[in-house]
């Protein structure tokens, strides 16, 4: 997919944004593992956290690929920070497609505005790439539904005001899962403590606990047995934003590998001009590029939402994420000692690269996925 000039002024007016007000605050973030409140204010002024929505409900009406291009931008700089945008955007994903117009209208114009945030909540104790192995469960009561169970690695966890619960809804052994819209207000949720995590210190992460929290049926995302349906649509369009995340966290370490190398002397010579030095930087450099041409296809056939977009999706989310993976231990590589050192950029985005392999479905099982697309096309 080829981006509009709509695209790349959007792009060059978030990248200055980011250089003037989150870039200067990404070690310290990291360091303190603390909320981002400095990038919230830069993305409010921006009108950032609304792009994702319709303008309807207050939002900036952006397609895929311009959220693609925010997170990717902002994730060069802090990818902490990209997560606050990720987070909201991903939970109100569902609600956008297949909820009320009430409940949209309760919910999102606030969210946009950057006055709250969303969360979703998938992950159990036991598993999260497996949904339809969930626990928590959701019993029909008089005017809407009483939930029981326990969310774990929930992003934005105690920062958000609503939070979307995926729960099964009929028999054990029914495949019947609802939507649930939880506020943070609402008797018997709680929070477990901030998890202390390798890397995306600044990106606040804990458990979810849901001890009989009554939602009524207007917090009901649609049918209230077509949940799990709801969330394999949804991550046609997440996935690809985790991907952007994962791309945006290389673009980053590419770019400071260049200007390490241009500016690093060893022997006389500045190290750029060694020829194993200058075949690491081709080899990132084409990975990252490689990886930007699948996330924007991925991006650009999303709406049809068919096996195949699907299946481009979970490609995105793993080439993108393994290329952030691999390019980040590169650069660290290309730093010399200096890269094991936490003054420099390089060790934290290796840090913060690691969890994009793992969230929103691991890439193993993303890569089963694709296979199985692979094998109905023979």
């Known amino acids: 997919m080829i981006a509009t000039d709509v695209h790349e002024s959007l792009r060059q007016n978030v990248r200055r944004m980011v250089d003037a007000r989150i870039r200067p605050n990404a070690i310290e973030v990291d360091e303190l593992a603390e909320f981002p409140e400095r990038s919230m204010a830069a993305f409010r002024e921006l009108e950032l956290l609304g792009l994702a929505y319709p303008p309807e409900l207050g939002g900036g009406g952006g397609d895929l690929i311009s959220q693609v291009i925010v997170l990717e931008e902002v ?36 969210i946009a505005a950057g006055e709250q945030l969303a969360s979703f909540c998938l ?24 939930l029981h169970g326990h969310k774990r690695f929930i992003s ?18 029914e495949a019947a899962f609802g939507v649930f819209l939880v506020h943070k207000d609402d008797p018997g949720l709680s929070f477990g403590a901030q ?4 890397g995306m210190r600044g990106f606040p992460t804990a458990d979810v606990i849901l ?23 949804t991550l046609t369009y997440t ?54 041409s699948l996330l924007y296809r991925s991006a650009e056939i999303a709406p049809v939402n068919d096996e195949r977009a699907r299946a481009f999706a979970s490609m995105a989310k793993v080439f993108c994420s393994d290329t952030a993976m691999k390019v980040t231990t ?49």
């Open 123 to 146: 992950t159990e104790p036991g598993g999260g790439s497996d949904l339809p192995g969930l626990k928590t469960r959701a019993e029909r009561v008089d005017g809407g539904w009483r």
């Open 330 to 378: 590169d650069a660290v590589q290309l730093h010399g000692g200096n890269g094991y050192m936490r003054d420099y950029q390089v060790e934290r985005m290796m840090r913060d690269a690691k969890v994009t392999q793992i969230w929103e479905g691991t890439n193993h099982i993303q890569k089963l996925l694709i296979s199985k697309y692979a094998y109905t096309t023979i």
């Open 156 to 173: 934005n966890a105690q920062h958000s005001e609503w939070y979307a619960v995926l729960a099964r809804s009929g028999a054990p052994k």
């Open 239 to 292: 996935r690809p934003l985790v991907g952007a995340h994962a791309l945006g966290i290389a673009q980053g370490a590419l770019d400071a590998s260049i200007g390490y190398t241009a500016g690093r002397t060893q022997f006389g010579s500045s190290i750029s001009k060694f020829q194993m030095v200058r075949e690491m930087v081709s080899d990132m450099m084409t990975a990252v590029e490689a990886a930007r």
């Open 195 to 198: 998890e202390k995590k390798m």
């Open 75 to 110: 994730a060069r700089a802090c990818a902490s920070s990209a997560s606050i945008l990720l987070t909201s955007w991903a939970a109100l994903t569902p609600i956008i497609a297949f909820g009320s117009d009430a409940l949209k209208q309760e919910v999102v114009p606030k």
């Open 211 to 233: 001890d009989e929290v009554f939602v009524p049926d207007a917090h009901v995302v649609g049918d209230p047995a077509r949940g799990y349906s709801y969330m394999m649509d």
